[in-house]
């Protein structure tokens, strides 16, 4: 798919971090992508070292979506681009300009529950990134999100689930996984009880994972060098905390 001429879009690769005046490096801006409540934008905006990124524009399908108020407090750009019944062009082009002039080097999807265009996701390879409430790649795709994750979970009697961290393609869920954390599934578990203690884990991983992320490539590296080393007696073990999730990333 092409981007229209005269839609004020910059062809090339996506912005990337540069060095500030002083000769130290400027934090990577991140753009987060969400469809509602913004609570894993608010652990972004909470966790992520903001000398290493800092959450410059909350882009939302909706113009009620209070991530945009979240975003809207911790100073990023807020920008509502609609989607349903668009042509996808017009989309594409609204959020690569959107993208450009807030200086976006990394985007992370939080929530929000539209395929990004082709042509952003061409232009972001590689600095897309998603987080998922199961273990791909089980239970994803299309329509697979919020409860219907959790009770497919729950329906397929597994013992396990937990949070994914991919990077994103021109598919649901499909891009290559950069990170999982394992969360077991108790006896009478319901949606909602297995969905709390998921988002709790979603809340420390994303983070780091886009921290570490961030700093990957500052160093000239790439995403998919990232490695996730979770305790192998998740089982036993108490619920993680924030320091053992950033120690399982390589983060101090």
């Known amino acids: 798919?092409?981007?229209?001429?005269?839609?004020?879009?910059?062809?090339?690769?996506?912005?990337?971090?540069?060095?500030?005046?002083?000769?130290?490096?400027?934090?990577?801006?991140?753009?987060?992508?969400?469809?509602?409540?913004?609570t894993n934008l608010?652990?972004?905006?909470?966790?992520?070292?903001?000398?290493?990124?800092?959450?410059?524009?909350v882009l939302a399908d909706r113009p009620d979506a209070y991530a945009l108020e979240r975003g809207r407090a911790a100073g990023a750009r807020p920008v509502v681009i609609p989607v349903a019944g668009r042509d996808e062009d017009e989309v594409a082009a609204e959020t690569l300009a959107a993208l450009r002039d807030a200086g976006v080097g990394l985007i992370a999807l939080a929530g929000y529950i539209r395929l990004v265009p082709p042509a952003v996701v061409r232009c972001y390879a590689g600095r897309i990134l998603n987080i998922h409430p199961a273990l791909l790649p089980g239970f994803g795709g299309k329509g697979m999100f919020g409860h219907h994750v959790h009770e497919a979970v729950l329906a397929a009697r597994c013992r396990v689930s937990g949070p994914t961290v991919h990077l994103v393609d021109e598919q649901y869920d499909r891009g290559p996984i950069v990170a999982q954390w394992p969360v077991p599934v108790h006896d009478g578990d319901t949606a909602e009880t297995l969905a709390a203690r998921v988002l709790r884990v979603e809340h420390l991983l994303y983070p780091a994972v886009v921290e570490a992320a961030a700093r990957a490539l500052a160093a000239g590296g790439d995403v998919t060098?990232?490695?996730?080393?979770?305790?192998?007696?998740?089982?036993?073990?108490?619920?993680?905390?924030?320091?053992?999730?950033?120690?399982?990333?390589?983060?101090?």
């Open 42 to 57: 608010q652990a972004l905006i909470d966790r992520v070292d903001p000398a290493v990124a800092r959450i410059g524009l």
């Open 1 to 38: 798919m092409s981007v229209r001429p005269g839609a004020g879009v910059v062809a090339g690769a996506a912005p990337r971090a540069t060095g500030a005046g002083d000769g130290v490096a400027a934090p990577l801006v991140v753009g987060v992508f969400a469809s509602g409540g913004g």
């Open 225 to 252: 060098s990232l490695r996730c080393r979770y305790p192998a007696a998740f089982a036993a073990a108490a619920e993680p905390d924030a320091a053992g999730v950033r120690a399982a990333l390589g983060l101090s």
